[in-house]
């Protein structure tokens, strides 16, 4: 504790972690009307071209609304590129069923199936937005040492000095601090995988379409963005292969990759070049089996790290922050706190079917395709086919609609609009 600062700094609510997660639910819970206090270890996270994260994030389309309503796309450098379509194939190397793929289409109510956005433009949006709100306060080259539950709240060491709140949201990420000082376990897989990330520039146009392929050892997706500076059509590569595979691949010159990268496309987008080195992630299901404690709930990947073939991760993470601030909103209207139990207690409720059903989707998508045993990859191709073929539009749209809503009542801003509105 400081010497000539004794009594600790008091604060309403306190996120760790300004990361996506971090800033979403600052932004989220400043229409509360709470005093929020924003915690970074980092010196500077907030993002823009320089930033190192080469990630792209698919938001689904009440996602797209609430980071709408929240003036975040706006402030984006580049437009987010509306998915159109999406096709999902098999490789060519898995033995097939005639006709065996799934196309999905855009819903007729004018949204597109989700839109393509990058990671490092949505954290400097976020900056360059949450610096103008008068009741959030972001607070970089902080780091969280140590926490404690005390009778009147969380009382958090941060470098040299103590904060006291009444709610602290764990922002902190996958290796959560925060979560490993409540006691929370988590259920952890590793799936001995990993995604290799980069943009890559095509001949042939992208049409707006997301392709999506299942190979056994592992998907890969490309998602379109908009064109480069110099007018080529640009797509975000997702790879994902046995970890020692993804590392060799990883340290293959520039030109080496983009033609292992070619060979895998089959020709489908034209000539193609990366226009980096492909930048590694190891995949791992991460789920935290508790939600909330007194004074402290978690949120994004602190609570919950899927696979990410179905890139849904930050949708989760934003339905998370939208949820939550409901809650505390509800609170507040009626002379309760941010801590209050049914705060904690609602949002653990709501958020943890919604993350177990999403979080048992992608890993069972990902055993039914990483299997190349023949009659289970015939069955599983028939499968595709009869989906395709035989059911109506209106059964596909409805699975595209649980993705992107969840299985909770839709919270306010999750529809667009304002808490204060
Ligand atoms: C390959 C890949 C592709 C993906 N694609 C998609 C997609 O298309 N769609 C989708 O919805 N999701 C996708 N995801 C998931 C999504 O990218 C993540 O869920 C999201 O980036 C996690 O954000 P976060 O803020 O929770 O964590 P992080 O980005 O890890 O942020 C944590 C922050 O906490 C800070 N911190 C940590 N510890 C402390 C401490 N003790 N004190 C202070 N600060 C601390 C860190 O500095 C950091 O800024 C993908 C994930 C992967 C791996």
Redesign the pocket.
């Known amino acids: 504790m400081h010497m000539d600062s004794p009594s600790p700094e008091k604060c309403e609510i306190v996120i760790?972690?300004?990361?996506?997660?971090?800033y979403a639910a600052a932004l989220a819970l400043a229409g509360t009307g709470a005093e929020i206090v924003v915690?970074?270890?980092?010196t500077d996270?907030s993002g823009g071209a320089a930033h190192p994260?080469p990630?792209?994030?698919?938001?689904s389309p009440s996602?797209f609304k609430m980071l709408t309503c929240l003036d975040v796309l706006s402030a984006c450098q580049e437009v987010p590129t509306p998915i159109a379509a999406m096709r999902i194939t098999e490789a060519s190397s898995v033995p097939k069923w005639p006709g065996g793929l799934l196309n999905f289409e855009n819903a007729n109510d004018g949204d597109a199936l989700a839109y393509m956005v990058r990671?490092r433009d949505l954290l400097g949006a976020f900056a360059e937005v949450s610096k103008d709100i008068s009741n959030i306060s972001i607070r970089k080259g902080?780091?969280?040492?140590d926490m404690e539950q005390t009778p009147n709240g969380m009382q958090l060491t941060v470098n040299d000095h103590q904060m006291i709140c009444d709610l602290v949201i764990a922002?902190?990420?996958?290796?959560?601090?925060?979560r490993d000082f409540l006691g929370t376990r988590i259920i952890k897989r590793d799936y001995h995988r990993a995604?290799l990330?980069a943009d890559f520039s095509h001949s042939l146009p992208h049409d707006n379409l997301a392709r999506q392929i299942f190979r056994t050892n592992g998907p890969m997706a490309c998602?379109p963005l908009g064109k480069s500076p110099n007018g080529q059509h640009v797509s975000s590569l997702?790879w994902v292969e046995k970890t020692k595979t993804a590392k060799s691949l990883s340290s293959l010159s520039q030109e080496r990759f983009s033609y292992a990268l070619s060979e895998q496309l089959d020709g489908a987008l034209g000539d193609i070049k990366v226009s980096d080195t492909p930048h590694f992630?190891p995949?791992s299901l991460m789920l935290a089996e508790n939600y909330a404690a007194p004074h402290a709930v978690l949120?994004?990947?602190?609570a919950h790290?899927i696979h990410?073939l179905a890139?849904?991760?930050?949708?989760?993470?934003l339905r998370d922050a939208a949820m939550l601030a409901e809650h505390v909103f509800d609170a507040k209207m009626v002379g309760l706190k941010a801590c209050d139990l049914s705060v904690t207690e609602g949002y653990q409720l709501s958020r943890r079917v919604d993350v177990f059903a999403m979080a048992g989707l992608t890993d069972g998508l990902n055993n039914l395709f990483g299997t190349s045993f023949p009659p289970l990859s015939w069955l599983r191709h028939a499968g595709l086919a009869l989906v395709n073929n035989a059911l109506p539009n209106q059964a596909k749209h409805m699975g595209q609609r649980y993705a992107d809503r969840g299985t909770s009542p839709l919270p306010r801003l999750l529809r667009g609009r304002r808490l204060t509105g």
Request: hydrophobic share 40%.
């Open positions: 760790v972690g300004a990361g996506l997660a971090g915690l970074d270890r980092a996270s994260d990630r792209t994030t698919a938001l996602s990671n902080q780091t969280v040492t922002c902190d990420g996958r290796q959560s601090l925060v995604a990330v998602l997702v992630f995949l949120l994004g990947d602190a790290v990410p890139g849904q991760g930050y949708n989760l993470t």
